[in-house]
């Protein structure tokens, strides 16, 4: 019996890229939801050193750019669990 370990260290660095490239677009999805500048309750922009909640909103180009994301996340979610179920092919 051969092992090929050439294979089994391609399909770890797939993984591990493919894992990475996941995360780094959620992250970006979120960092997209999170943009504008925070106000505080007198309505004046506040400083980023300052911790208050957010209360501006959220560009709709940003949300966009987050929506897709996102999606792209649950489309590579969605092609593992199709790759490694075999009743789906």
Do not use: K, N
């Amino acid at each position: 019996m051969d092992i090929d370990f050439g294979a089994i260290g391609t399909v770890a660095g797939v993984g591990f890229v493919a894992a990475v490239g996941v995360v780094l677009l959620y992250t970006l999805g979120l960092r997209l939801l999170g943009t504008g500048q925070p106000a505080d309750v007198g309505g004046e922009h506040t400083q980023y050193a300052e911790e208050t909640p957010r209360s501006g909103s959220t560009p709709r180009m940003a949300s966009l750019g987050a929506g897709v994301c996102f999606a792209l996340c649950g489309a590579a979610v969605l092609y593992g669990i199709w790759l490694t179920i075999p009743q789906f092919h």
